[in-house]
């Protein structure tokens, strides 16, 4: 399933009193959220009666509650909440390679779990960067030959 492409402005008051009143929160909150910043919804496509979310922070507590901005409507109906939210205990055993994926939303998220949601131009952009490094390595390994050719002269 594709990722939901809503976006939202980030109240950023209200955010930054999140943050900073949080158990595991940022020590300097603005140094972690810009005045316009704003978050494309985290959760897989769905229909405007789901609620958007997206994670705002991970807090470090031993009770793995991170900051979520949760909203519904669009425009200027937006509501929204700032909600500290446990994480969602769903995993994704892989057998074959025995690793274990776990779902990087909250408890009881709407849709699928983070693991069966793609976002393609996060993919897209992931695969220009693998590209690009494997052109700099590339571009570096032909160097290092030419100058052992020129050593050789």
């Given at each position: 399933?594709?990722?939901?492409?809503?976006?939202?402005?980030?109240?950023?008051?209200?955010?930054?009193?999140?943050?900073?009143?949080?158990?595991?929160?940022?020590?300097?909150?603005?140094?972690?959220?810009?005045?316009?910043?704003?978050?494309?919804?985290?959760?897989?496509?769905?229909?405007?009666?789901?609620?958007?979310?997206?994670?705002?922070?991970?807090?470090?507590?031993?009770?793995?509650?991170?900051?979520?901005?949760?909203?519904?409507?669009?425009?200027?109906?937006?509501?929204?909440?700032?909600?500290?939210?446990?994480?969602?205990?769903?995993?994704?055993?892989?057998?074959?390679?025995?690793?274990?994926?776990?779902?990087?939303?909250?408890?009881?998220?709407?849709?699928?779990?983070?693991?069966?949601?793609?976002?393609?131009?996060?993919?897209?952009?992931?695969?220009?960067i693998h590209g690009e490094v494997q052109r700099r390595v590339s571009d570096a390994d032909t160097d290092t030959d030419?100058?052992?050719?020129?050593?050789?002269?």
């Amino acid at each position: 399933m594709l990722q939901c492409t809503a976006v939202t402005h980030v109240p950023y008051a209200e955010a930054l009193l999140a943050l900073a009143t949080m158990e595991g929160g940022p020590v300097r909150p603005p140094d972690v959220l810009d005045q316009d910043e704003f978050l494309l919804c985290e959760l897989g496509e769905h229909d405007e009666s789901a609620q958007h979310a997206a994670h705002l922070w991970t807090a470090d507590t031993p009770d793995d509650r991170d900051l979520w901005l949760v909203w519904t409507r669009t425009c200027a109906h937006r509501v929204y909440r700032l909600d500290i939210l446990p994480l969602c205990p769903a995993v994704l055993r892989h057998l074959v390679t025995r690793t274990i994926t776990s779902c990087a939303y909250y408890d009881h998220h709407p849709g699928p779990h983070s693991f069966s949601v793609t976002d393609p131009l996060g993919d897209l952009i992931t695969e220009h960067i693998h590209g690009e490094v494997q052109r700099r390595v590339s571009d570096a390994d032909t160097d290092t030959d030419t100058d052992a050719d020129a050593d050789e002269l």
